[in-house]
């Protein structure tokens, strides 16, 4: 498993893009990206007009050599759409897209949140998912879909999964963490101990010491993947906290500060 760190030579870019990984080794023909705080809010709603978006996601495109969008309002769903064109998600309510078609650039949108991308070399998918606590499994949708729909091996897939919250700032109850080891993997859960992580957490729990925890997306989402049959060496994680780390919007931070939490767009691109 490769790790890779969206600060380390970090410079103000509104987004950043990497490279997916095969056998521990990068490969050429896509890259995930995800816009960051000085991009502005990537809030997505089919009702309403967003120019800030409009104008970073054109610029993304621009980039790309005129990519076109395909999106979906996001609400915390399993549901993924294969689609061929960027009208096959027209007024879609969903968390998933994948497609073959190089022309598009499927887009979520992601806020502490995971986002999972996908691609494989020899089918030509590629695709991009929002996975939060009530859509974790959306990535074995995504993987069974590709199957079905292009042919794609679970052994040639490349993940990547990207900057969320991580369980150093995830604290969830005892039914939350119960769900989760049970359906996921026992390690994804610990116990908050600290009198430190309880009086920042306590008061907006109505519950006592060893009744919360610390809670890792990305352990049982990596726990999923191998159960997909997802080689290790296909996958890159990012370990960036959006909670703790103000180059990425997020809505715990953000809102615990009273202020309006900043959406961030996850894409992933087709190069060749």
């Known amino acids: 498993m490769t790790e890779i760190s969206f600060e380390k030579n970090y410079k103000g870019e509104k987004y950043r893009t990497f490279p997916f990984y095969r056998d521990g080794k990068p490969l050429t023909g896509a890259q995930w990206g995800l816009t960051l705080l000085?991009?502005?809010?990537?809030?997505?709603?089919?009702?309403?007009?967003?120019?800030?978006?409009?104008?970073m996601l054109a610029s993304i495109c621009s980039d790309f050599g005129g990519k076109v969008i395909s999106?979906?309002?996001?609400?915390?769903?399993?549901?993924?759409?294969?689609?061929?064109?960027?009208?096959?998600?027209?007024?879609?309510?969903?968390?998933?897209?994948i497609t073959k078609n190089a022309e598009l650039l499927p887009l979520v949108t992601v806020a502490d949140c995971l986002p999972v991308y996908l691609y494989e070399a020899e089918s030509g998918f590629f695709g991009t998912i929002h996975s939060g606590w009530k859509g974790t499994g959306i990535a074995a949708n995504a993987i069974?879909?590709?199957?079905?729909?292009?042919?794609?091996?679970?052994?040639?897939?490349?993940?990547?999964?990207?900057?969320?919250?991580?369980?150093?700032?995830?604290?969830?109850?005892?039914?939350?963490?119960?769900y989760f080891a049970s359906n996921f993997s026992p390690d994804c859960v610990r116990p908050v101990t600290s009198a430190e992580d309880f009086s920042q957490v306590a008061k907006n729990w109505n519950c006592g010491p060893g009744e919360l925890f610390h809670l890792s997306l990305l352990k049982a989402n990596l726990a999923l993947l191998k159960s997909c049959n997802i080689r290790d060496e296909n996958i890159v994680i990012s370990r960036d906290c959006?909670?703790?780390?103000?180059?990425?919007?997020?809505?715990?931070?953000?809102?615990?500060?009273?202020?309006?939490?900043?959406?961030?767009?996850?894409?992933?691109?087709?190069?060749?």
């Open 38 to 55: 000085a991009a502005g809010s990537m809030r997505f709603r089919w009702n309403e007009e967003n120019e800030n978006r409009n104008k």
């Open 71 to 97: 999106q979906v309002q996001l609400d915390h769903t399993k549901l993924v759409y294969s689609v061929d064109s960027s009208l096959d998600t027209e007024n879609k309510i969903g968390d998933g897209i």
């Open 144 to 178: 069974k879909l590709a199957a079905e729909k292009y042919g794609a091996k679970a052994e040639n897939i490349s993940v990547a999964i990207g900057p969320h919250i991580q369980d150093c700032c995830y604290i969830v109850n005892k039914e939350r963490a119960d």
């Open 242 to 272: 959006t909670c703790h780390t103000e180059i990425f919007g997020s809505n715990r931070r953000e809102s615990s500060l009273g202020k309006a939490f900043t959406v961030q767009a996850a894409f992933t691109v087709k190069t060749l």
